[in-house]
């Protein structure tokens, strides 16, 4: 089943890329919200399309329209609904690609999956464009958290072999800070790589290619206590909305990998009461999460973000109509590099996730 | 919410290290299943302690009773209930650690979350014993998918430095060598490593300190079109049941972070029909899944399993009852290295998350 | 929570009565099933208002615009979504009652849920119209079920004291008049009733009063086998949805309360295999269901609808703002009584529930 | 699916008649409540079998045995599990009757359901025993529901033609007097009628025959405010809980089906402050329920239970092993009439219900 996830914060999500509308209906807000409906756009700006030089030129202003669930600027409690109508869907662009599989895309499995009977225009309900609603759902959960002195952020980790420093390097990191990097689109601790980083999005846009990338999200001024053992551990919550993302192939938390080559004597955060008597540990290699309930230090995760399998070489494919083999050149609008615009997206299914525990008072 | 997991096949887990039992209800099962107990006590010995000097000597059979849903040797259809008795709890050994917080166990967040209500001893229901009841369900999962051709099993990628392999480096990987492996409790496609990995974790064993790992997972004749994009895909599913089982911290799919650094060139996955008209791709980059659905591939992914967090090295943390700081050296049972005892669980959670997949439709 | 329903076939709804559109998310349809819209736009005429001058004046098309999930006339798989837009709303009727609690309706108890915040106008999300994208979802199981073998229909069982005979006192009762009960406002196995009906509902309209009746649905054609013991039960599930349409206080199964006054000896229903081999019972007092599954012969069962709320007679109550007493003569369009209008809401939410039970496979 | 439910407090139900044992599982329950056993199994032995010579002589001590979420007499807020032991299992009884199926059991669509798997000794899954462990869970939501001034209790409404004062005839129903009805195994508002239903169960007992009755169940002191409108109102939860009792086969609140012989004036509660400024309602046919929302009044509904199936008279069947008519006279254990033991089932999936609600805050 699909389209459905949450317990206190429920989601129904739906649309696809070249129908009438994509939209979101989200249950379980709190009656009397006021939502900033700048903020909302503001979030939705950073992931749509067309903002810059290093994204699709698809335009679309993604304003969402609520029907339903609000009512002079506040929630009613009753489940809010928003649609975004599709505007500039150039049909025809795809009207070719109902036979020949594009590699990377979910067209194969797709059409294994529905019988043949999905959208495959633009790719249907699998297509990026999908998270727009959940990026308007993250919105509205940010400045719910922001109320409970919660924020979350994250950075640019890498793209293709150019890394960014990570969190747990950093002396201190301010709200202030985790706000600033919302409105730069390629945020990051070492300023300095950004020059490198807009020249390598750039060359494989030329090239008809794309990168890759890994994003790095964090949580600040989350209370220890929240979460569970099995089975909704923070981590299982966060890496499932993560896993729903399009592109997303790998999700860390806290050192990650790396904490496979420490010795237990150097991966264990040791705990101390700092001059205000908070609980807290000198190093946080376990981003924040144990036994799947945070500690009171900051959630960090980092997440691998695949190269947009949407390219213009020529590839090598089959033609499941005719049943053989068959070359491919994708015209149409893409992406060199999809990372810039993920980085709202995972904020707000981070967002959306720790709303739907902590409103579930664990 | 804790504890409940599931949508076709649905799992209630219970259980604390030092209570009277530790259990598992699994609703859903096929009436009529007949279930092998030989094999099934076969993935529990996987799991449990005292098997080898490599782990902690604390030796339990643990030997599923089976309560209710089970007849003549096969499942009824009603829900399946099985406990394990807690036997060799030494309740003394941890009488002492209710206020000085262990750092990398889940004693402080523990406590928090429940108020200090939870039952402290031997991690109480954050123990690693609890997943004893899950490689019980597992081991039935297994056997129902082996039924339809489908095989999970899994390989010590990395401990600390030492690395394995990958499965995408091999040939061919049959049936026969996913059996073999897991007789093998340091399964390898590189044998002759298994020698300095032994070292290694018996070294560490010897500090009074722990080492960490990597597992990889594959999944062999797991047919097309199973998965959902928004918000169950595969890998949203496999992730959530994998961060349930502790100590993970990290989660990839087919080349995982890897695949940050390839272009999309390189990265996406070129379809073609093989002798016998099956669709295969060439690479298996995205790990047998595209848009949260399996195209036909093996499914692999690794999980990062950090260093046991009970060593006997002394260690900084804080005393809650006094609100100050304290040391500690933690007597009793460790395990060096969890990295063979988890092999079972995550191919356990693997075919649970499959079965519910299948059985399911989708 | 609420707003979501179901497992294998999972509703989402929402909306408010004067809000800018009521809408529905239908998850878990099988692809490629063809929609038959002119059978959809007859099941929602039945419910809309305005068909006769029996029913409330206020005239909506409620034609539903189709957002998702459809294409070239057949579902996806994806989630299907439809909207209807409220056009005829006439809010500044409602305006006053923002302070005056009706008696009867949800004024109050949705004040003290939602804090003051729920949408007052015209019953907001409480509102009766809320069941017509329930309609249109339960249109389309009644096309899948129709597939299947399977009617949902219903008759007038009474109104006010004007009694009907029983579906149990037929002799049989075909899928022929099953279809034909749908086209009539007025359905009764007795149909020398009407005239008798019609009057007094007419009575109670001219009177400024309202009226409440019982409806009788029944399905024909489910086999045996289908339903749960614990905790999703036939009766359950069928109740659980009964009890979501607004007015609904009573639902029974079978003969239902009147079993209560017979013997064991007269209740049960004796098996017997008919002259095909088919194992049917002599009687079906338990309409259809025991354990929670069906045994192959009609579910039938009874809803008390209760008389509209909305009446034009003076009413004594409070006043919430100003804290004391009030009366209340409340204006505006009324229904004398709602039974005609909830016989499509009925026959919706029974094939929604038997749809999902079968999608499910139990 | 089946077995389990719930949403803030989640239950996983298991077991069968006659296999080792049955039980429960309780998710969700507050860390640190202090559970009185003795009031738990006060409440279970209500529902025993052997308490009198109006029940089945079977005499099983129902002693749960709680193996997790439970230290030192408090809650630990990890899931709960208890089981009971079946010791007086004489399966002998029912070895003749796997293949003949008794009229008004679900022998039959059990059979079907689980293709001939499901445990059929003593009605296996299906049996009224397993209602034991939903007493025990709801002996432990009644107590804490006690903690914030709600009382759950019920009264015998009527047995077979003999029927009792409502509810709401009397002037005014006190905590105490819903207590001290507990204590009483024929608890009537009208106490003459009790030696005239004593006889009649007698009498059925005698003739090797059942007699049936309805149960009235009334909540005092819930405060307005908690519940749903679609799809989880107060009605469609309890009803979905009452359902899973078997031999339940209506539900009505309030005046129930007799409000729809009501005209919208007379049934319209109206509202009044009263002297203490406490919003009330003069009369309470909505059962303390509007709009799926409790309004502060007494929750009251009356439940059906059937005679009981299992009697002693010679009946018509089928034998489905040798496909054709079959005479059956059941030997063994019976009750003559079930409503005494099903009273504190019923208050106890109310206080289940009703506890997960409140959890919930809504």
Chains 1, 2, 3, 4 share one sequence.
Not at 146 to 163: D, F, L, N, P, R
Request: glycine share 12%; aromatic share 8%; hydrophobic share 35%.
């Amino acid at each position: 089943m699909s389209g459905i996830w949450g317990k206190q914060l429920e989601l129904s999500l739906f649309g696809e890329s070249h129908g009438d509308a994509i939209g979101i209906t989200i249950n379980g807000l709190p009656p009397g919200f006021e939502i900033d409906m700048e903020e909302v756009q503001f979030e939705m700006a950073r992931r749509a399309p067309g903002s810059s030089d290093l994204t699709t030129p698809r335009k679309e202003k993604d304003l969402p329209e609520i029907l339903s669930g609000f009512l002079d600027g506040k929630t009613t409690g009753a489940p809010l609904t928003a649609i975004i109508r599709n505007t500039n869907t150039r049909s025809k662009d795809y009207s070719l690609l109902k036979d020949v599989m594009r590699p990377g895309q979910a067209d194969y499995p797709g059409r294994m999956r529905y019988k043949g009977h999905n959208d495959h225009r633009g790719s249907g309900h699998f297509s990026g464009r999908i998270t727009a609603p959940i990026v308007f759902a993250g919105a509205i959960c940010q400045q719910w958290l922001k109320q409970k002195g919660v924020t979350v952020s994250s950075h640019i980790q890498s793209i293709g072999h150019i890394e960014d420093q990570r969190f747990a390097d950093q002396k201190e990191v301010t709200h202030e800070q985790a706000e600033a990097f919302k409105k730069d689109q390629l945020p990051l601790f070492d300023g300095e790589k950004k020059e490198a980083i807009r020249d390598l999005i750039l060359e494989a846009k030329e090239e008809g290619d794309s990168v890759g990338g890994v994003v790095e999200t964090f949580v600040l001024g989350i209370p220890a206590g929240y979460g569970n053992p099995f089975f909704d551990s923070v981590e299982s919550t966060l890496a499932h909305l993560v896993f729903s993302v399009p592109a997303i192939k790998g999700i860390e938390f806290g050192t990650g990998f790396d904490i496979t080559r420490m010795k237990g004597s150097e991966a264990n955060d040791e705990y101390y009461y700092d001059e205000n008597g908070q609980v807290k540990t000198r190093s946080n290699n376990n981003g924040g999460i144990i036994g799947g309930i945070t500690y009171g230090m900051p959630i960090v995760f980092r997440s691998a973000v695949k190269p947009p399998a949407s390219i213009k070489k020529k590839q090598q494919t089959i033609n499941v109509r005719e049943g053989k083999a068959a070359e491919l050149e994708v015209e149409g609008r893409h992406d060199p590099c999809i990372v810039p615009r993920v980085l709202p997206v995972l904020e707000a299914v981070t967002a959306i996730a720790l709303t739907d525990l902590i409103l579930g008072g664990n």
